[in-house]
């Protein structure tokens, strides 16, 4: 059973950077999509970013494009998420989840993602 395990999160000042780890505990996960999701106390989970199993696809929210970047390192098992500019509106829990499809190559929906990590939080505040 792939299991997913993130890191990074933290408390930082509004404008900082930080950078989110998801490794995967098995090689099957290099060869899955994995998504990043943000989930705020009383509101619906957001999707944030999320990268193909070759990284030539990826997708982003519009309230991240120009700010956050998905990266993925093969020979760690792991998945980035470069947060800059962080804003307030940034914070929450974030968890990363890998497809259930290997060899998806494109993001799948929401529904697809069937493995999930323990979530790492972000707080941005002054």
């Known amino acids: 059973q792939l299991q997913l395990v993130e890191s990074g999160g933290g408390l930082v000042q509004p404008g900082g950077s930080l950078r989110l780890s998801c490794s995967g505990s098995?090689?099957?996960?290099?060869?899955?999509?994995v998504g990043w999701f943000r989930q705020v106390p009383g509101k619906e989970r957001e999707a944030i970013s999320c990268i193909g199993s070759t990284a030539n696809s990826t997708k982003y929210a519009d309230s991240v494009k120009g700010r956050f970047t998905i990266s993925r390192d093969e020979a760690k098992n792991t998945v980035y998420l470069q947060m800059n500019d962080l804003k307030p509106e940034d914070a929450g829990a974030y968890y990363c989840a890998a497809g259930r499809q290997v060899g998806a190559v494109r993001c799948p929906i929401e529904g697809e993602f069937g493995y999930w990590g323990q979530g790492t939080q972000v707080t941005v505040s002054s």
């Open positions: 098995e090689f099957t996960f290099n060869w899955r999509a």
